[in-house]
């Protein structure tokens, strides 16, 4: 599953990462976590993400097709060799 948000909750703090948190417990999900934007809340991303460093944990610094391109990549690369 992939997750592509700024990491700033707009209701319900805690509610994503206690999700993530039960879907994480069945080992079946890997959840991978994209940060957009300005500044996204990384910190908030990682407790979401199955694992704190890339490749579940990526960050777009910018919506170039270059960056796009290059996160995407990293995300198939991944998932692809599960």
């Given at each position: 599953?992939?997750?592509?948000?700024?990491?700033?909750?707009?209701?319900?703090?805690?509610?994503?990462?206690?999700?993530?948190?039960?879907?994480?417990?069945?080992?079946?999900?890997?959840?991978?976590?994209?940060?957009?934007?300005?500044?996204?809340?990384?910190?908030?991303?990682?407790?979401?993400?199955?694992?704190?460093?890339?490749?579940?944990?990526?960050?777009?610094?910018?919506?170039?097709?270059?960056d796009v391109t290059a996160v995407a990549g990293q995300l198939l690369d991944s998932i692809c060799s599960q």
């Amino acid at each position: 599953m992939v997750l592509v948000s700024d990491g700033h909750s707009n209701s319900r703090p805690g509610e994503t990462t206690r999700a993530a948190a039960a879907l994480k417990l069945t080992g079946q999900v890997s959840l991978y976590a994209v940060g957009v934007g300005a500044d996204p809340d990384m910190t908030a991303l990682a407790l979401v993400a199955s694992g704190p460093r890339p490749p579940y944990l990526l960050r777009m610094t910018e919506r170039l097709p270059n960056d796009v391109t290059a996160v995407a990549g990293q995300l198939l690369d991944s998932i692809c060799s599960q």
